[in-house]
């Protein structure tokens, strides 16, 4: 099973480069379906989509973006994701054509789930975005939550990104969300799409599951994408760098409740104590 997906470095084609494309048809994912698009200055991207809906989110540069009528101008905030300002989205429900065009060379990221029910198309502004800190001592990071699961703005849906420092780890301790068993655990496939500071970097993910069917422990450098279809999946950010990562998510049910690996949940206990003597 592929769960780590190299960038493509396909050929521009009319300005415009996929860097990525990850679909039910070539990984194991039934509910998420990930694009990454590099456009070049006054190039055009157009695409129509059937049962499903898209959220753009505009990683780097300056685009328009065009939904029937509805035409959102100069939208984008940022000429590195490591500005760490939140970005501008829009959300695009299922059987619409959208159009995206660049101001500027920029980089967009297409996040798809099943949807069968027509919801209004909205620009989601960077000022829009929740912004929060999590955990404490080396399991701190910086989270932009996009799209939650507080938002009724999708049907299926969820977008985040986050940040995560020199040293840290994040999506830990290990947890997983594979099961539809609410309230205790949703069902979400996930994919992360990563960047790193310095580019040169690289940060460790391990994707397991409890019988161990899948145990894998990948090397992930700069604009890879890892596949989450089940299991725990944690992420070490080495000394001396930074991480970014955009998650997608979706399944039956559009909550996030995840279940931590018992044999590590201890660590939340220590650093519930540690965070009390501060």
Known sequence: MRLLVRPQHETLKNGVAVVHEVTSENSPLRYVAFKVIDV???ATYTETLGKQE??????????????????????GTRKTVFEKRPTDSVYVSNDQDFVVEAIEKSR?????????RQKPTRL???????IELRGILNNQRLVHNILPDSSPI??????????TGSGNWSS????KHDRDNLPTESLLEETYYHEMS???GFVFQRVYTDDLEIDETMTVHHGDVVIVPKGYHPVGVPDGYTSYYLNVMAGPTR????????????????????DGQE
Not at 172 to 175: A, K, Q, S, T, V
Request: some cysteine.
């Open 40 to 42: 070049d200055l006054g």
């Open 54 to 75: 898209c959220c753009i989110v505009v990683l780097t540069g300056t685009v328009n973006v065009i939904v029937g009528d509805d035409c959102f101008e100069s939208i």
């Open 108 to 116: 967009v990221a297409l996040c798809y789930a099943p949807s069968e």
């Open 124 to 130: 989601i502004k960077a000022s829009d975005n929740e």
């Open 154 to 163: 999708a049907n299926s849906l969820l977008v985040v990104e986050v940040f």
């Open 172 to 175: 830990y301790p290990p947890h």
């Open 198 to 200: 310095p580019t040169q």
């Open 255 to 274: 909550i996030w409740k995840f279940y931590n690996d018992p044999e590590h949940e201890w660590i939340l206990e220590r650093q519930s104590n540690e």
